[in-house]
Nanobody, 119 residues
Framework: VQLQASGGGLVQAGGSLRLSCAAS????????MGWFRQAPGKEREFVAL?????YYADSVKGRFTASRDNAKNTVTLQMNSLKPEDTAVYYC????????????????WGQGTQVTVSS
């Protein structure tokens, strides 16, 4: 499975960005898809995942919305009310098992896309 993330950029605090991740997988619908992020000097952290339900980190709940289109093999992350602390490289990831928050359990990773939120 190959993952290609896009949509990052520079935005002011309070603004919005939409990330997309395109996957090459014949059976995309069975994969749990995750969004993670890594800020400078910090460990990579869970943001959201999509399986039969959608789960969010507390830090983004109510501001970010993750969705998937199994017909197009894509997942998106709509990020609203962005804060400077959301600045990070964002990654999409996939695993062919059920939902789990740990990044070490994901097999496939996209290349990452930079999101920078200025104050």
């Amino acid at each position: 499975v190959q993952l290609q993330a896009s949509g990052g950029g520079l935005v002011q605090a309070g603004g919005s960005l939409r990330l997309s991740c395109a996957a090459s997988a014949l059976d995309f619908s069975i994969y749990t898809m995750g969004w993670f992020r890594q800020a400078p000097g910090k460990e990579r952290e869970f943001v959201a995942l999509l399986a039969w339900n959608t789960y969010y980190a507390d830090s983004v709940k109510g501001r970010f919305t993750a969705s998937r289109d199994n017909a197009k093999n894509t997942v998106t992350l709509q990020m609203n009310s962005l804060k400077p602390e959301d600045t990070a490289v964002y990654y999409c990831a996939a695993r062919n098992r059920g939902p789990i928050y740990s990044d070490s359990s994901y097999t496939y990773w996209g290349q990452g896309t930079q999101v920078t939120v200025s104050s």
